[in-house]
């Protein structure tokens, strides 16, 4: 392995180019803000910059005094646009404007965002990877808008607020000064000339909310509803403005004689010294991937026309990353030199070796060849006392005339002395090995070994073995999810939001003429169709908002910094998922309890009068008499308690069918409630597990039809009743406890432990294991430390032996003198 300090970012470009395979780059800074190397800007479509939202042009406006618009104008199938055009662009205006702000959030969260790296990335790679993040980034912030647009589709629509276009309901006051609030027959989508209407079939926002649909017409100078500029039928007035808005066409924008007009019918009821602002048309000359849509297509996709991400500067992710060193490996031949000087150490070892054991080898095998040939000879003592005392006399002889140290001296003298270095020197020896093997045979030894490049079967096998000891460290340490998630969704939502359940009970019910009264809303005739549109929408919701938060769930990463075992793997990320799952339903739960705190607090009044009612105070005053809302308060007759909607939310009556103001059937599980949202949300579903209940209320309901309630479910594919097995809620549970979970009954997940495994891309695993007897370590030891130990007793034992006799002989010598000069006395 070779390690180089410091590298340059071309000196580690030339490194990757040939060694790619095993480089490491370790960064100094682990964690690195996004905004260091990468960044995305949005393009918005040009209206969001132009004079229809421009701050001077919605001034003007608002000098723009409805009463001077002649009443006219308000037909069954059109509307001055004057009357609505403030609205129109208004709205533009804020969802521009919520727009720009939602990205400019977005951005300052995401360059604040820390991207998590231990190692050097390759080129390619950080590309591909920012590129990635980039995405989710992006894809995270139109979810976010498109969460924000649905929850005010369903704060509006379903509660059917009082809207000042007049077109979803009529207020009257009868002979008796009674306020009532009616539903308005209007004629949807008209064909108007000059001359005449095409008429359509009646409809009414009560029953038809989405199709019921106004014309506004520009007028300059006119007389009568058919004396018009033109007709504006790239604007659509719903029974809602935003309902109305999102149906819109985008074509006219690009038209200067529509802008002409439009200035020009509002400087007529707008005061003359007042100069109209300029209000110029589109650039139908730059670029657009919105060609005639509709303004819910800009909606979904935030205005935005194309984004662009800069990723591309490598060298300024190189200079945050700051690698301290760069490893590599390299295959090679052992030095030559190397291999010479261990040839002679092995060979001098060997040698040393077989000198002093060859002999004795030779002589034991003579002496058991001769005891072969002789095995079947006479003799006076046992064959074994005979061969063992020979073989020791051997031994001892051998020892005795041994010379280890010969030299080139005759002297007997010099003889014995060397034969007396020979045998201290076996004696150190044989005790030092016999010390070394038996120490090496009982003490604990740890061997620690690297494994390079492990596949998965490889670690699962090293795991097995060293399961306490083994450390796999990851290359990459932060991991998308979505990289070994291979399956992350939403197995089955509750069936009230899978089938057609509510369409099948409530089909065909309440037939009212257009005109009805919406004043005595505890009849739960007059809320029918918002009830099933409501609860259909929030299973809308649910799903959208399930999906949208799998989507940043499997963006986001997870930090590790080794392999983590399967059985662990397993366990932590069905907790991860676990806490997902809880946060996602917790999410959702405060939006919507956000949006009924808001209804609530800003006492908002639907057209039902369920939590607010007008009354008249002042009777004789005819047509400048002055309305007064009061709260609604409900009583429950059996609790002998009341409460009132102005102070909370939670009044609920059970809800029932009235005739001539008696009422004569009630239902089970509905309830009525101070918004349509709370409705919703407080019944429950238990009348639906039920086919003999079912049949009970749309009897009560009055449905005719040819097909018994079985006959049709089979005939769509869908149930007659909700199954109580398929389900893991309670009967009696409130639409609220299934909303809180987003209408969730099995999740599915799909994990791959080999993908982890890839994406951690370990380099090396390193294991440590103990022992404490092997024979051939033991034989091994004894050859490495033989030569060196030999050699070392050789030279040190002669002069040990020599320092001895010296330190003898002077003790003898003082000793001698001692007693020497003691006699003389």
């Not at 719903?238 to 066409?249: K, V």
């Not at 009821?269 to 139908?284: A, G």
Request: hydrophobic share 40%; proline share 3%; charged share 15%.
């Amino acid at each position: 392995m070779v390690i180089i300090m410091h590298p340059s970012l071309e000196t580690y470009e030339k490194l990757y180019a040939e060694y790619s395979t095993s480089i490491q780059c370790p960064c100094a800074n682990l964690s690195i803000p996004y905004e260091a190397f990468l960044n995305v800007t949005f393009v918005l479509h040009q209206v969001c910059s132009s004079d229809l939202v421009s701050s001077n042009w919605l001034n003007y406006l608002l000098l723009f005094d409805p009463n001077h618009v002649p009443i006219w104008t308000e037909t069954g199938f059109s509307r001055d646009f004057r009357s609505i055009g403030l609205w129109y662009f208004q709205l533009l205006a804020t969802f521009c404007s919520l727009a720009q702000a939602n990205i400019a959030d977005g951005q300052r969260i995401f360059k604040n965002s820390l991207f998590i790296e231990n190692n050097l990335l390759p080129k390619s790679l950080f590309i591909q990877e920012t590129k990635t993040l980039a995405n989710a980034f992006i894809n995270k912030t139109r979810n976010i808008y498109a969460r924000i647009l649905k929850w005010v589709d369903i704060a509006g629509i379903i509660n059917r607020f009082l809207t000042a276009t007049n077109v979803n309901y009529q207020i009257t006051v009868t002979n008796d000064n009674q306020v009532n609030i009616n539903d308005v027959q209007i004629i949807g989508k008209a064909s108007i000339t000059h001359t005449s209407v095409g008429s359509n079939d009646p409809c009414s926002c009560a029953r038809d909310i989405h199709e019921c649909v106004l014309r506004p017409i520009l007028y300059t100078n006119g007389s009568s509803v058919f004396d018009f500029v033109q007709v504006f039928y790239e604007i659509r007035i719903g029974c809602m403005p935003s309902i109305g808005f999102s149906m819109s066409e985008i074509v006219w924008w690009y038209n200067k004689t529509y802008m002409e007009n439009i200035r020009a019918t509002y400087a007529i009821v707008i005061n003359n010294s007042q100069l109209s602002p300029q209000l110029e048309s589109l650039d139908s000359s730059l670029p657009t991937r919105f060609h005639d849509n509709y303004l819910t297509v800009l909606l979904d996709a935030m205005f935005i026309e194309e984004s662009f991400i800069s990723n591309q500067r490598y060298d300024l992710f190189f200079e945050q990353c700051v690698p301290i060193s760069c490893s590599y490996t390299m295959v090679r031949r052992r030095n030559i030199l190397f291999a010479i000087l261990l040839l002679v150490s092995v060979c001098s070892g060997l040698n040393r070796g077989l000198r002093l054991s060859v002999p004795l080898i030779s002589k034991s095998v003579l002496l058991c060849r001769r005891k072969w040939k002789n095995r079947n000879s006479i003799h006076v003592l046992p064959v074994n006392d005979i061969w063992w005392e020979q073989f020791t006399k051997k031994i001892i002889t051998y020892v005795k005339t041994r010379n280890l140290f010969e030299s080139n001296s005759a002297d007997p003298d010099e003889i014995k002395k060397q034969q007396l270095y020979t045998r201290i020197y076996l004696i150190l020896l044989m005790s030092s090995l016999s010390l070394l093997i038996f120490y090496s045979s009982f003490i604990n030894h740890s061997i620690t070994k690297t494994y390079w490049y492990p596949s998965m079967a490889n670690y699962e096998q090293l795991f097995s073995l060293y399961p306490d000891n083994l450390n796999c460290p990851c290359t990459k340490i932060s991991i998308a999810y979505n990289a070994f998630l291979i399956q992350l969704k939403v197995n089955s939502f509750h069936q009230i939001c899978t089938t057609s359940l509510l369409t099948i009970c409530f089909d065909d019910a309440f037939n009212w003429d257009v005109g009805y009264s919406f004043t005595y809303a505890r009849d739960f005739s007059s809320i029918k169709n918002s009830f099933v549109n409501g609860l259909q929408r929030l299973c809308s919701a649910a799903r959208k908002s399930v999906e949208d938060s799998i989507q940043d769930f499997l963006a986001s990463t997870m930090l590790v910094y080794q392999v983590t075992p399967r059985i662990q793997f397993d366990k932590e990320i069905k907790m991860t998922l676990d806490r997902f799952k809880t946060s996602a339903s917790v999410a959702f739960r405060r939006t919507l309890d956000l949006i009924r705190t808001t209804i609530q607090g800003n006492a908002f009044m639907d057209v039902f009068s369920s939590n607010w009612r007008f009354i008249v105070t002042d009777n004789d005053k005819g047509l400048n008499a002055t309305f007064l809302s009061i709260p609604i308060s409900y009583d429950f007759t059996n609790q002998n308690t009341a409460c009132s909607c102005s102070t909370t939310r939670s009044c609920s009556v059970p809800a029932q069918l009235f005739n001539d103001s008696k009422p004569y059937f009630t239902f089970k599980g509905l309830v009525l409630s101070c918004f349509i949202l709370e409705t919703i949300l407080r019944s429950s579903l238990s009348c639906l597990y039920s086919l003999t209940c079912i049949n009970e209320f749309r009897n009560a309901m009055n449905i005719d039809s040819d097909l018994t309630i079985e006959e049709w479910a089979n005939a769509i594919g869908s149930p007659a009743y909700l199954n109580i097995t398929a389900t893991r809620f309670a009967v009696n549970d409130t639409i609220e406890t299934l909303a809180y979970n987003m209408f969730i009954e099995t999740w599915i997940s799909n994990i791959s432990y080999e993908n982890f495994f890839n994406a951690c891309q370990p380099m090396r695993c390193t294991y440590t294991y103990y022992y404490r007897f092997d024979a051939l370590e033991l034989l091994t030891t004894f050859l490495s430390i033989y030569a060196g130990l030999s050699l070392g007793l050789h030279f040190f034992v002669p002069h040990i032996v020599r320092i001895i006799e010296k330190i003898r002989n002077r003790c003898f010598i003082k000793c001698a003198n001692k007693f020497c000069f003691g006699n003389r006395f």
